[in-house]
């Protein structure tokens, strides 16, 4: 059996510009697919705030993942009082160590060498940077129990900020990393020389 379906390319580095055309295309693409179950990366609170735009609570398991603590020096960068406002309507934000980074960028930082999550996070990459967020927080959003491990969900992320990346994926959690498959990209930037 073969099929035939769409992979959206968008320009690189412009992620701003393409997150709300990215998120209308996977709303149409999880209204047509049955997907219910929906994770987004979002640093400051753009991305989540235009999502919630999009996919009700009520009628989307909408889960946001922040950064880390203390990423870039300050304790959180996702805006508190969204935050608030998110939770209030139903839906979930995790705020986690990072799945392919936690602990053995510690044991890096102190002692050098490379580690497993590295290599991994490296590899996704090669897709684009979106690609290795997108797979990262189904991981952790499985971790938390805030989405279901035994079917599909998607995933969305981005390069910087905003959103340029999205997949349909089925989540496992840490532990059971090599099990997660990727079924499907619905959209990624391109990369130009």
Not at 54 to 60: G, V
Request: aromatic share 10%.
């Amino acid at each position: 059996m073969m099929r035939e379906e769409k992979i959206f390319y968008f320009d690189y580095y412009k992620e701003e510009e393409n997150t709300k055309k990215l998120l209308d295309l996977v709303k149409d693409f999880c209204d047509r697919k049955g997907i219910k179950d929906i994770v987004i990366a979002s640093t400051r609170g753009l991305t989540a705030r235009l999502a919630m735009e999009r996919f009700p609570s009520d009628k989307y398991n909408v889960v946001i993942v922040t950064h880390v603590c203390w990423f870039r020096g300050y304790k959180q960068e996702f805006d508190e009082n969204l935050r608030g406002e998110l939770e209030k309507k139903g839906y979930k934000v995790l705020t986690a160590a990072h799945a392919m980074s936690g602990i053995g960028r510690a044991v890096s930082s102190k002692f050098g060498g490379i580690t497993p999550g590295s290599i991994i996070a490296s590899t996704l990459r090669l897709f684009c940077e979106g690609m290795k967020v997108a797979v990262e927080i189904a991981c952790m959003a499985a971790d938390a129990g805030y989405i279901p491990i035994d079917r599909d969900v998607v995933a969305i992320a981005g390069t910087g900020r905003g959103a340029d990346t999205a997949i349909l994926i089925t989540p496992k959690t840490s532990r059971n990393f090599f099990d997660i498959k990727i079924k499907e990209i619905i959209a990624k930037p391109v990369y130009k020389e």
